[in-house]
């Protein structure tokens, strides 16, 4: 039997259906796949996640990678609403019967997670939904080692965020000179970023009060909750696609990886 079709209360369109999906004691986790940007830097006139990469879209790329991992049974895009329309057309052609709930998003990044999150608001004060995974639309290969080892810290320790080490960095003095003095290690920050949904929902809140715009979803956590952001290692395939040499590195990285993330 077929479930039901999912409404969403915000006036996101639900696209696709639920898969069952086993819940451990009636909760889920959610990943929250953000698209809401322009993306035109790429060298196109279009949004770059709706570009193609190996014969589906970069976004679909994120979408999928969230559905592979156990537990995740919410799917949510973030999208302009000039590609409302598009996106439902990519998501009905290359995820067929897969759940995923259109969100429309706001002038920056911040906003547009919030209302995300504002989506997902009542499942999460219901206990429904444990952890929420944000990612970048376009970071189409971030491994699945990765989202679970993110997704497996934050019900741990309440968050976790992937980075890698920021090499050839040097500190430099009020002179101009080099110096390492009081320089601590530097690391490059990439998503999928995990959180316990409650303290991420009330940290958005308190932030929409204020009229915060955070630089990332644990910039906004860090500020409001207090929680400590625990750090994993990240993965160098796990690239941001920004311009036209990226997509080509991505083709790469698919080739020689055996589209095995």
């Known amino acids: ?25 009636g909760t889920t986790h959610a990943g929250i796949v953000l ?16 570009l193609p990469l190996a014969g589906r879209r970069i976004v679909t790329w994120s979408l999928e990678l969230f559905r592979r991992i156990p537990g995740v049974g919410r799917l949510v895009l973030v999208v302009r609403d000039a590609d409302r329309e598009l996106a439902a057309e990519i998501l009905d052609r290359e995820l067929p019967g897969v759940a995923v709930d259109l969100v429309t998003g706001g002038e920056t990044r911040h906003e547009s997670e919030y209302r995300a999150l504002l989506h997902l608001a009542d499942e999460i004060r219901d206990g429904e939904i444990d952890v929420v995974l944000v990612h970048d639309a376009a970071r189409p290969l971030a491994p699945v080692k990765i989202v679970e080892e993110v997704l497996g810290t934050a019900i741990r320790t309440g968050s976790a965020i992937p980075a890698l080490p ?3 960095v040097v500190g430099v003095d009020e002179a101009g000179r080099m110096s390492d003095a009081g320089r601590t290690d530097l690391v490059r920050v ?7 949904s409650g303290p ?15 630089t990332d979803t644990a910039a906004c956590v860090e500020r409001y909750e207090g929680v400590p952001v625990q750090v994993v290692s990240g ?14 590195t991505a083709e790469l990285i698919l080739a020689t990886s055996g589209y095995e993330l």
């Open 200 to 214: 991420l929902l009330t940290a958005y809140q308190a932030a929409a009060v204020d009229g915060f715009t955070g």
């Open 190 to 196: 990439q998503t999928p970023q995990a959180f316990k």
């Open 235 to 248: 993965d160098p395939r796990n690239i941001k696609v920004t311009y036209a040499d990226d997509l080509f």
């Open 166 to 168: 920021l090499d050839d």
């Open 35 to 50: 698209a809401a940007g322009s993306g035109t830097r790429v060298g196109n006139s279009r949004n770059k996640v709706y």
């Open 1 to 25: 039997m077929t479930p039901p079709r999912r409404r969403a209360a915000d006036g996101a369109v639900p696209v696709g259906y639920h898969d069952p999906v086993a819940r451990q004691a």
